[in-house]
Structure formats: structure tokens, C-alpha cells
């Protein structure tokens, strides 16, 4: 029997089932978009999510969960819970958080907030696999089976360069004959940027008023993204030093407070185009900071792979 998704809200309930090519696909309902769950190669496969909703709603597999699978996974964009029996529940509030969850045979469910483009990627691994790979690379503890004490779930930000080859899997520049090796090699270069990152000593050394401080600092740096505070004024107004500021952006958010800008910048620039907006691309510029279209074009490419006006076209083809 193929797997089945359950797709959920308040008011609604509806069963999605992959078909051939590997994909759920809802037009109406509690969610609007897609699921694909594809093959990259032996014991490792790939989740695709890209959809929303008008109000709060859920994501949950159906049938019995493999015995101890992995999933690493990437929240791109929106904000929610994720839920695992056995686990305290995961909250991102921020785009670009990296997870690792082991299935463990237990309820698993996504809860997603209303009105925001949900964008997730994830690599599944058989245990087989996790041990393959841990015979010939030195893998963290917490990703290989037979070192696990129990079922994990955990969330921390999986910063800028994992996010790009993330949304190369989601948005893939090759179609056609190309595609599963595409796949399968950006597959392998976000398995290696996760283990990475899951690998790192997170930085327990700011206080957690410090981190309601670089919180507040961050709400702050994007309120207004066409004129944003510099770094010294921003740390002046939440009352820390740069460096600490800094170290606070990376604990949280995976990176500098520079570089989260610019990603804010560019997801929001994405996700306008996506919403179908006709506004010239200097404009375009102009409401994301930049004083030079060709700028923001250029970081637009770097961050994306594509041009912003192609990226347009596309998102209205």
C-alpha cells in the first residue's frame, strides 16, 4: 500500500496518497500545495513540501512509521511545531532551521501556522544507511542508531549555505533526464552541510536575557528592510556589544547579523514574486535596501541561482 498523508485543520480532514511520480497534490482543502517523497539512492530519500493555508493546519503521515529511520530536515520558510511523542515539542519561529528526528515507531505531526508559504526539505535514512556512512566518516552520536540511547528530536539554525543547496533540491535548475542526478548530488552536499551542523557545539554562553535581547534586536533589524539600524546602533539600542550581538545571531539564526539580513531580504524579495507581484525590479530593489538594481539582481542570483526577473517569469508560468 503506497503511504498516505493526512492533511488537516479545525474545520477539516482530508487523505492524500503519492501517486507514481511520487507526489501528493492538493488544489483545496486544509492545504494547498504539494508533497513529493522521492528516491535519491539506497537507503536514503528525499521529502519536498511547498503549499500554505488561510488558517492553522497539520501535516502527519499515516500507517505504521519505519522502526528507526532518520530525517534530516530544513524549514524553509514558515513558522509552526513540530511534534514527536516522546520529545518535548520543537518550535521554529524563524525561517532556515535545520531538525534531526528519529521516526522510532511513533506519532509524528507538523503543525503549521496560517497565511505564510511553507517551504521544507528533508532527507529520510534507512539505518543501514546512517551506518554506512558512519564506517567511513565520523559521524555525531546523536544521527547514528546504534549509539542512541533514545528518540531524539531537535531543532538549531542551519544558517545560509545549507538553505541555498536546500532550495536547489525544492527549485532544481535541471528537468528531464538531468533531474535524478541533480538530485542525488545536491542530496549528498546537504547531507554533509546537516551531519555538519549537527556536529557543532551550540554556544551556551549568552544568557537568556541576553537571547530575548538579540531576539528583540532582530525584529528591529528587519521592521523596516529598505532602511535597516547599522550594526553599532542596533546593539545600542538593545543594550549589548557588537561581538555579543553577533555571537547571539549565531546561536540562534546560524549566522551574522549581516548575513540574516541579507537572508531576510531575499526571501521576502522570493516570496513577493511568488505572490505574483508586478513591480519593476528596481522598485523591487529599492523596497529591499538596494540603491542599485543590478545589486540586489546580483545577490538575488547568488542566493538563488537565478535572476530575480526570471524567477518571476517563472513563478507566473
Known amino acids: 500500500m503506497k503511504r498516505q498523508w493526512m492533511f488537516s485543520s479545525?474545520?477539516?480532514?482530508?487523505?492524500?496518497?503519492?501517486?507514481?511520480?511520487?507526489?501528493?497534490?492538493?488544489?483545496?482543502?486544509?492545504?494547498?500545495?504539494?508533497?513529493?517523497?522521492?528516491?535519491?539512492?539506497?537507503?536514503?530519500?528525499?521529502?519536498l513540501a511547498e503549499g500554505g493555508a488561510d488558517s492553522a493546519y497539520s501535516l502527519a503521515a499515516l500507517g505504521e512509521p519505519a522502526s528507526d529511520n532518520l530525517i534530516l530536515g530544513c524549514m524553509l520558510s514558515g513558522t509552526g511545531i513540530l511534534e514527536a511523542v516522546g520529545n518535548p515539542n520543537q518550535v521554529w519561529r524563524a525561517s532556515g532551521q535545520l531538525y534531526a528526528l528519529s521516526l522510532s515507531n511513533r506519532p509524528v505531526r507538523y503543525h503549521l501556522e496560517a497565511d505564510q508559504p511553507f517551504r521544507s526539505v528533508a532527507l529520510m535514512l534507512t539505518p543501514d544507511a546512517v551506518e554506512a556512512l558512519a564506517e567511513d566518516h565520523d559521524l555525531p552520536e546523536l544521527t547514528r542508531s546504534s549509539r542512541r540511547t533514545g528518540p531524539i528530536s531537535m531543532m538549531r539554525p542551519m544558517g545560509p549555505l545549507a538553505s541555498k543547496v536546500a532550495m536547489d533540491l525544492l527549485q532544481p535548475l535541471y528537468r528531464g533526464p538531468m533531474e535524478r542526478l541533480y538530485r542525488e548530488g545536491k542530496a549528498t552536499e546537504l547531507l554533509a552541510l546537516q551531519i555538519g551542523l549537527l556536529g557543532q557545539p551550540l554556544d551556551k554562553d549568552l544568557t537568556s536575557a541576553e537571547l530575548r535581547r538579540v531576539r528583540e534586536a532582530r525584529e528591529l533589524l528587519v521592521t523596516d528592510l529598505r532602511n535597516p539600524p547599522d550594526l553599532a546602533g542596533l546593539a545600542a539600542a538593545v543594550g549589548l556589544r557588537v561581538k555579543r550581538l553577533n555571537q547571539g545571531f549565531r546561536q540562534i539564526y546560524g549566522t551574522t547579523v549581516f548575513d540574516h539580513l541579507l537572508d531576510v531580504r531575499m526571501t521576502t524579495a522570493r516570496d513577493m514574486l511568488d505572490q505574483g507581484l508586478d513591480m519593476p525590479l528596481k522598485q523591487l530593489a529599492w523596497a529591499m535596501g538596494y540603491r542599485q538594481a543590478s545589486n540586489f539582481i546580483s545577490a538575488f542570483r547568488t542566493r538563488f541561482g537565478i535572476s530575480p526577473g526570471a524567477y518571476g517569469r517563472r513563478s507566473r508560468d
Open 10 to 47: 479545525n474545520s477539516e480532514r482530508v487523505i492524500g496518497e503519492f501517486d507514481t511520480s511520487g507526489r501528493i497534490r492538493m488544489d483545496d482543502g486544509p492545504y494547498r500545495g504539494f508533497l513529493d517523497h522521492l528516491p535519491v539512492r539506497a537507503g536514503l530519500s528525499l521529502f
